[in-house]
């Protein structure tokens, strides 16, 4: 009789609390499916070496790990940047969050993909959350996304992408970290990010 009459009591609250659960569960479960084709599963090898290239590249990895400013890593092709990228996210502390590596050749010119829709699909900076974004081969991005990426790294917010012309939407704060990878420095960045070489 106590135990009826304590589900009774509390039935709403019970009812409330699965389906949240649930809610959570799905959000999840949808998070994963739009993560994994581009999860960066760990780091392919270290920096070797004691020249003072690699000792300076060790150096300048560990510092941009214990830091959380955005970082450009550039460098002539087949340098592996992107690993340069992977030891500073899982040398952080967000080394337990996902990082992914997005190749900026195949994103949409409008920016759905990172960005969402409003009123839509979220997109990748939203699925997310305290992760690590790796944009790979930075100097492929499309031009008209240049100033979305800018106003990302100076104000640290962007906006999902409007179905129509007027309302300018809704600004959302971005969590996750932005690694860069390019073949060449890109000056416009400088104010916004610590720049890393990776010596030939």
């Known amino acids: ?29 949808e998070r994963q499916v739009a993560l994994r084709p581009y999860l960066v599963p760990k780091v392919e090898r270290g920096i070797v070496g004691s020249s003072r290239y690699a000792v300076r590249l060790r150096q300048q990895i560990k510092e941009a790990a214990q830091s959380s400013k955005p970082v450009l890593i550039f460098g002539e092709p087949g340098l592996e940047k992107d690993n ?4 500073i996210h899982f040398g952080s502390p967000r080394r337990r969050q996902p990082m992914i590596k997005v190749d900026c050749s195949a994103l949409q010119a409008s920016g759905a993909d990172l960005f969402g829709r409003a009123g839509g699909k979220p997109g990748l900076l939203e699925w997310l959350g305290e992760g690590t974004l790796l944009l790979n081969n930075l100097h492929e991005l499309p031009a008209e996304l240049m100033p979305k990426l800018l106003r990302l790294l100076e104000t640290g917010s962007y906006t999902p992408v409007q179905r129509g012309e007027g309302d ?14 390019s073949e060449r420095p890109i000056p416009a960045l400088d104010p916004w990010v610590m720049a890393i070489k990776v010596p030939p």
């Open 168 to 181: 300018p939407g809704e600004e959302r704060p971005c969590r996750c970290r932005l690694l860069m990878v």
């Open 1 to 29: 009789a106590v135990v009826r009459r304590w589900l009774a009591e509390h039935s709403g609250q019970l009812a409330e609390a699965l389906a949240q659960a649930q809610e959570r569960l799905s959000y999840e479960q």
């Open 84 to 87: 340069v990228a992977a030891l």
